[in-house]
């Protein structure tokens, strides 16, 4: 077992190195973690994971949100977790049930308070009405992913959002670890390996 442990200790590491050179870079360990299915994105104050409203979240405009972990890969109802994601190229954040990215609700999204939603992933770069993609993202330290386009982080809505279904948000970073009320930020995310 000792081996095992070894090589699950270098992918991990392996992968959160990767991101710090930036969401945009080839990461190094994108087919290693598609072997594995994907992983979980875990909010760091509520530790709950970011999930797609519906039993699965599979369709374009799907509200993203915070609930339990799914860790089993199935969800209370039985029926195969939608919170699996994997980072591909190009600063992609793409869900393993639905192949469908994170976006930013609008074309572009790019202000507070904008919906972060379940949609066909825009590879080109471009959006269908031929904008920049929101759709990029890059972790940036301390657990924070940061939008390429509006330079705003994913969020919990509320200060701090920590309850189940609660929506996820595009907002300004609170890169101090504090919200503007002086609160633990919830815009600090880490990863887990679904085994």
């Known amino acids: 077992m000792k081996p095992i442990l070894n090589k699950l200790t ?5 992968f959160v190195g990767s991101l710090l050179w930036g969401a945009t870079s080839v990461l190094e360990n ?30 374009n405009g799907a509200q993203l949100q915070i609930y339990t972990c799914e860790l089993s890969g199935v969800s209370s109802l039985g029926r195969t977790t939608d919170q699996k994601w994997e980072f591909i190229r190009g600063g992609f954040i793409r869900n393993v049930l639905s192949n469908k990215c994170i ?9 507070n308070g904008a919906r972060l939603i379940l949609s066909d992933c825009e590879l080109s770069g471009f959006s269908s009405l031929g904008s920049a993609t929101d759709q990029r993202w890059e972790y ?4 924070f992913l940061r939008n390429g386009l509006s330079n705003k982080c994913i969020d919990v809505e ?3 959002g920590s309850r189940n279904s609660t929506r996820l948000i595009l907002s300004d970073c609170e890169l ?8 633990t930020t919830d815009q600090r995310w880490g990863w887990q390996s679904s085994f």
Request: charged share 10%; with cysteine; aromatic share 2%.
């Open 103 to 111: 976006d930013v609700q609008g074309q572009p999204g790019i202000t």
């Open 176 to 183: 101090s670890g504090l919200s503007s009320l002086g609160r």
């Open 140 to 143: 940036i330290g301390a657990g």
């Open 158 to 160: 509320g200060q701090p």
């Open 30 to 59: 994108q087919n290693a973690l598609a072997q594995v299915g994907g992983i979980f994105i875990k909010n760091e104050l509520s530790n709950t994971c970011i999930d797609v409203q519906g039993q699965p979240g599979a369709v």
């Open 10 to 14: 270098v992918l991990t590491v392996g």
